[in-house]
Nanobody, 113 residues
Framework: QVQLVESGGGLVQPGGSLRLSCAAYGTVFAYNVMGWYRQAPGKERELVATISTGRTTYADSVKGRFTISRDNAKNTVYLQMNSLQPEDTAVYFC????????WGQGTQVTVSS
């Protein structure tokens, strides 16, 4: 079984930056797709970015501002978020696909002046 633990959320002003981290505990292979999703109040959970061997994908709303990366030696995936806007406010969840979805507990990101 795999457990995901996120960290790095918080309060930031518009235009600021945050970096989220997600550590995976258990058996993880480089080919397992890992990613970040987010859920704002009253909205459905949506894809932010994913990463697998040699490939990344991004939601249109974060392209050019967010960067996903992965350290396979540490079983950790990161999300560097720049130029944050109030509409980025949400709970951010880490995900890994191992034939089924495994989710972290979520970390709150609030963008506000």
């Amino acid at each position: 079984q795999v457990q995901l633990v996120e960290s790095g959320g918080g309060l930031v002003q518009p235009g600021g930056s945050l970096r989220l981290s997600c550590a995976a505990y258990g058996t993880v292979f480089a080919y397992n797709v890992m990613g970040w999703y987010r859920q704002a109040p009253g909205k459905e959970r949506e894809l932010v970015a994913t990463i697998s061997t040699g490939r990344t994908t991004y939601a249109d709303s974060v392209k050019g501002r967010f960067t996903i990366s992965r350290d396979n030696a540490k079983n950790t995936v990161y999300l560097q978020m720049n130029s944050l806007q109030p509409e980025d406010t949400a709970v951010y969840f880490c995900n890994i696909k191992k034939g089924f979805d495994v989710w972290g507990q979520g970390t709150q990101v609030t963008v506000s002046s």
